[in-house]
């Protein structure tokens, strides 16, 4: 059974950092590419970053550019989202997602795990 587990949200003031991690288990992890989403309240749920199964290969969405880092420790299973700068607008549910394969998506139904999400609420 696989199974994604994010952890690490919460509640900070504009300007602060977050960092988010996911756990895996039940799947080949590095045959998988790994994907961070978040979806704010009444909106649909958008892509935030992706890394790639074997090269690492990292796409930011452009509002996160610059502040957001995704990384991946194949030994352990897991992906990281570290946040920095965050402004009041990040705030949502983050979602992890796995993928099978190694090129870059972007979309939602691109992706064949998801994990149940973590609250990040961002205030001003």
């Known amino acids: 059974q696989v199974q994604l587990v994010e952890s690490g949200g919460g509640l900070v003031q504009a300007g602060g950092s977050l960092r988010l991690s996911c756990a895996t288990s039940?799947?080949?992890?590095?045959?998988?590419?790994m994907g961070w989403f978040r979806q704010a309240p009444g909106k649909e749920r958008e892509f935030v970053a992706t890394i790639s199964e074997i090269a690492g290969r990292t796409y930011y969405a452009d509002s996160v550019k610059g502040r957001f880092t995704i990384s991946r420790d194949n030994a352990k299973n897991t992906v990281t989202l570290q946040m920095n700068s965050l402004k009041p607008e990040d705030t949502a549910v983050y979602y992890c997602?796995?993928?099978?394969?190694?090129?870059?998506?972007?979309?939602?139904?691109?992706?064949?795990?998801w994990g149940q999400g973590t609250q990040v609420t961002v205030s001003s």
């Open positions: 039940g799947l080949t992890f590095t045959r998988y590419s």
């Open positions: 997602a796995a993928r099978w394969g190694d090129s870059v998506r972007t979309s939602v139904g691109y992706y064949n795990y």
